[in-house]
C-alpha cells in the first residue's frame, strides 16, 4: 500500500520545516496519536512539535478528527494547531 | 443561492448585500470581518488548508441551510498577507423573514472561527506571533450545536 501522506500547518510546519512528507504507512488501527508519538521520536523538529499532543488537531482526507482515531486507509493526515479564522 | 469564496482579493460588501437583496426574501443579514490595528499590529497573515478549505466551508454551509430556512447564503474568507483596516471575512445572508437570517449569518460567523482551517499569524515590527484559539470562540461554536429553537 502507498505511504502515508503527511501535511502540517501554521507552527506545526514551521517546527517540522517542511509543509508536508511521506511516512511509511501504519497498520489501520494506529491512531493518529499514536503516530505522532512515534514520530516525535524522531527528535528535532517533529518533537518540538508533537511535544503536547493536546495542542494539536488533526484531519484525515480533509474531514475533521480526534486524534484517537485510527488512521485506516486514509491518504493525507493532516496535523496543525486549533484553528483561528474567522 | 450560495457562494462560496476562498480568495486572496478583496470584495465588495456592497455589491454582494445587492445580490442578497435581490433573493427574493424580506431580509438579509451580514456580518463583515475586519483587521484590527491594536497593540502596534503591522499585517495579519491567514495561512490555510487548500485542499480543505472549500468544502469544509460547504459543510459549514449545509449546516446553516438545513437549520434556518435560507434563500440566500454568501461566504468569502480572505488568505494571505493583510494590513489593518482590511477586510477579511464576510458572511451574508438573506431569509423571508429576519430572524432566520440574523441567526444564520450568527451561526454561520462562529462555526467559521472554529470549524474552518484557517491559521492567523500576527506580524509586529519586531516579532511575529501565531494567533490562539480562544476558548471564548469554541464555546460561541458549541452553543450552536444545541437544538436550533
Do not use: N
Not at chain 2, 454582494?16 to 456580518?31: D, I, K, Q, T, W
Amino acid at each position: 500500500m502507498a505511504d502515508l501522506k503527511l501535511v502540517y500547518f501554521a507552527w506545526v510546519r514551521e517546527a517540522i520545516g517542511r509543509d508536508e512528507e511521506q511516512v511509511e504507512r501504519p497498520a489501520p488501527d494506529v491512531t493518529i496519536r499514536a503516530l505522532i508519538a512515534v514520530l516525535a521520536e524522531q527528535g528535532g523538529g517533529h518533537a518540538e512539535a508533537f511535544a503536547q499532543p493536546e495542542k494539536l488537531r488533526a484531519a484525515l482526507d480533509q474531514r475533521f478528527v480526534p486524534l484517537d482515531s485510527p488512521i485506516g486507509d486514509a491518504t493525507e493526515l493532516a496535523i496543525f494547531p486549533p484553528v483561528t479564522g474567522g | 443561492m450560495t457562494r462560496i469564496s476562498i480568495q486572496a482579493e478583496d470584495f465588495d460588501p456592497a455589491a454582494e448585500l445587492m445580490a442578497l437583496e435581490a433573493s427574493g426574501g424580506g431580509g438579509v443579514a451580514s456580518f463583515t470581518g475586519i483587521v484590527r490595528g491594536e497593540g502596534g499590529l503591522v499585517a495579519l497573515e491567514l495561512e490555510h488548508y487548500p485542499a480543505m478549505t472549500s468544502a469544509q466551508v460547504e459543510r459549514i454551509v449545509e449546516e446553516a441551510l438545513e437549520r434556518w430556512p435560507l434563500l440566500g447564503v454568501r461566504v468569502i474568507h480572505r488568505y494571505g498577507r493583510l494590513e489593518p483596516g482590511e477586510r477579511i471575512v464576510f458572511v451574508g445572508t438573506a431569509s423571508r423573514h429576519r430572524a432566520a437570517a440574523l441567526e444564520a449569518c450568527a451561526f454561520l460567523i462562529d462555526w467559521l472561527k472554529s470549524h474552518a482551517p484557517f491559521w492567523k499569524r500576527e506580524h509586529f515590527a519586531d516579532r511575529t506571533a501565531w494567533v490562539e484559539a480562544r476558548a471564548e470562540d469554541d464555546a460561541k461554536a458549541e452553543g450552536w450545536l444545541k437544538p436550533p429553537r
